[in-house]
């Protein structure tokens, strides 16, 4: 009774001090323990003879308080009255931005796209509406929109790729709903930057230095590239027999491993 800040989707349980439910009873056929106002969809059910558990489904709306009314019919399976029935309330935690995605410390990759992670579900028109990823020229990116987890998860996929070096701005303003109507309160804004014009920016080893016949050359680039093509845009000199390749992702590094002959200048171009 009167708890505050509720997490939406959590169940809402009743029990009772004696059964209710008769034993080898059929479960969902039995009258709900309570009702909810306002009212609220979802799943009831009897977890045993005096335990019973409603799902809320998606969830409650956010910073509303609810209350609970038990059901004045029920009775104990030997007949006896429910005496005690007093409602009880409670109050949904107000919807809050969980997670935001890329991190906006690294650069962006061009194909980026922009995930809102919500505690509760949201207004789906309502954050369309309060959501923009603004380009370096100052208008707005187009892109699509999609929701997943029962509307706590907003991803926004640009329609085109964005441009290299060059700095977008996310906003979320506060006046965003969550399904319940209230609003998120906080505006969320961040300056991010995407990744630079492509280069080799580093290379092991250097240039005239040399490597053990059975290392690995890595190359080093400013932004990602087609982990599938990028060796075809690699060629070494006099031809290594058996020349294989991996991408680190994390370090937009290309490693480049085969038998290499001792004593023998090669050229990577």
Known sequence: PDALDVDPSAPIVAAFNRPIVPLGADLAAQPAAFTLEPAVQGRGEW??????????????????????????????????????????????????????????????????????????????????????????????VPGAVEWGQDDTVFTFTPSALLARGANYTVTLNGAAQGLGGATLGQTFSASVMTVAPLQVVNSEPAPGQPVDPRGTLSLYFSAPVNEKTVKDYVTISPQVSDLNYYFDTDRYALGLYGYFNPNQTYTLR
């Open 47 to 140: 977890l045993n003879t005096s335990t019973y558990v409603f799902y809320p489904q998606p969830a409650l709306a956010g910073g509303v308080r609810y209350t609970a009314v038990p059901n004045p019919d029920l009775k104990s399976v030997d007949g006896g009255p429910l005496t005690e029935a007093q409602p009880w309330s409670f109050t949904t935690v107000t919807p809050k931005l969980l997670s935001f995605e890329p991190e906006t410390e690294i650069p962006w990759r061009l194909d980026a796209k922009v995930v809102l992670t919500f505690n509760q579900p949201m207004n789906r028109d309502s954050v369309a509406a309060n959501f923009s990823l603004m380009g370096p020229n100052g208008t707005p």
